[in-house]
């Protein structure tokens, strides 16, 4: 008699790496007659989030992208750069645009099913058995995107930053922002001695999101955001009175916690409960494709789905980076500063993409040459 709950692979948690893998499982004839379940407690009919990224030439979802970027500035009271991305293409993706995007893919796949449900606890018998809030599910593999708790038991024994940010999508009456070309990162409006700055993503010269972002080792109170957005809009495009369309207000850990350590036999930890959030900058969403990529060539080639996800230098290097801004987060427009204006886009984001051979990386090394590197990388070196 055929179980209706028994799953070959069952994927807890439908965000942007539940999803991206269930993609990617759903395309390879490999997969055509696995079982496959996809179980969140939301129908994810909302726009939570934006995602943004860099590639070259075309990429899996541009069939979704919002908008495309070909020019970036940074600015601070010393810098001022616009920065041509040449190869690469800036690309931004509505969280909601993606939900249904990737929902309509996999409706139509008969091996695939949606389960609305809240995962309270795996247990570890011959068969992997999810226990819901409304039935119990079994799978011969699980990919579970939640934080492990330890995460949160642990927090002091390692490095922590809050990305924590609020942002504006707006929309004026008149012109004012030049579509051309989006924001990184926009010191000038700093709060207080911290790692903070406004991030603009300009969709046409009358909307806009306007977001501002922390990268520290505490949060801030609410007003702070507001207050600095609207000081922004009103010192750097003159406006008082604008449309406010959507509001994002987030908190991505990044972190040099070791989430690959909770793998398991017949579980794989995926998303920000995997550790694929990168440390040093809180992206995401390219850095899920590459694992998701590994993942399927690890199964069709016999190993764990877990097998060398990651690349241990740039843990390390992330892991000095954290600390700086950890015990110096004054230095954060100092590193950004000197990231952008020393070194050449294709450095930069080959970098962050950890793409770079070791060369790549003494020039990024030599650019952010500095005592707080020095004593930060002698910190993480020596740490038990």
Request: charged letters at 25%; proline letters at 3%.
């Amino acid at each position: 008699m055929q179980n209706d709950n028994h799953f070959d692979y069952l994927i807890i948690g439908n965000g942007l790496a539940g999803l991206q893998l269930a993609l990617e499982l759903s395309k390879d004839p490999f997969f055509a007659t696995y079982k496959i379940g996809l179980i969140d407690p939301s129908e994810k009919s909302e726009n939570d989030k934006t995602w943004s990224f860099w590639e070259q030439g075309q990429g899996k979802f541009d069939a979704i992208v919002e908008k495309v970027w070909h020019t970036a500035k940074f600015e601070s009271d010393r810098v001022s750069l616009t920065l041509p991305l040449k190869a690469y293409a800036y690309k931004t993706i509505r969280s909601i645009d993606f939900y249904n995007w990737a929902k309509e893919e996999l409706s139509v796949k008969d091996n695939f099913q949606f389960i609305l449900d809240t995962v309270q606890r795996i247990e570890e018998t011959d068969s992997m058995k999810v226990i819901g809030d409304k039935q119990s599910y079994t799978a011969k593999h699980i990919f579970d995107s939640r934080v492990p708790k330890e995460f949160y038991l642990k927090q002091s024994d390692y490095t922590l930053i809050h990305q924590h940010f609020k942002g504006w999508v707006i929309e004026t009456e008149s012109a004012c922002f030049q579509p051309e070309a989006f924001t990184m990162m926009d010191y000038r409006f700093q709060y207080k001695d911290t790692t903070s700055f406004i991030y603009v993503l300009p969709f046409s010269e009358t909307k806009a999101l306007v977001e501002y972002t922390f990268f520290t080792p505490f949060l801030v109170d609410p007003e702070v955001y507001e207050k600095a957005l609207k000081n922004y809009l009103k010192t750097t495009y003159h406006l008082s009175n604008f449309k406010i369309l959507e509001t994002e207000v987030g908190n991505i850990p990044m972190t040099d916690f070791p989430f690959w350590k909770y793998h398991k036999k017949h579980i794989t930890k995926i998303g920000t409960g995997g550790g694929w959030v990168k440390g040093s900058t809180g992206y995401s969403f390219k850095h899920t494709e590459k694992h998701v990529s590994k993942i399927i060539k690890n199964i069709k080639a016999g190993k764990n789905p877990s097998h060398q996800l990651f690349k241990k230098k740039f843990k390390f290097y992330d892991k000095i980076f954290l600390k700086v801004l950890h015990d110096e987060n004054e230095k954060g427009v100092w590193i950004f500063e000197s990231f952008y204006s020393k070194n050449s886009i294709r450095t930069m984001f080959r970098f962050l993409d950890e793409e770079t051979n070791f060369s790549e990386d003494l020039a990024i090394m030599k650019s952010l040459f500095s005592m707080a590197f020095i004593k930060a990388f002698f910190k993480v070196l020596f740490r038990p």
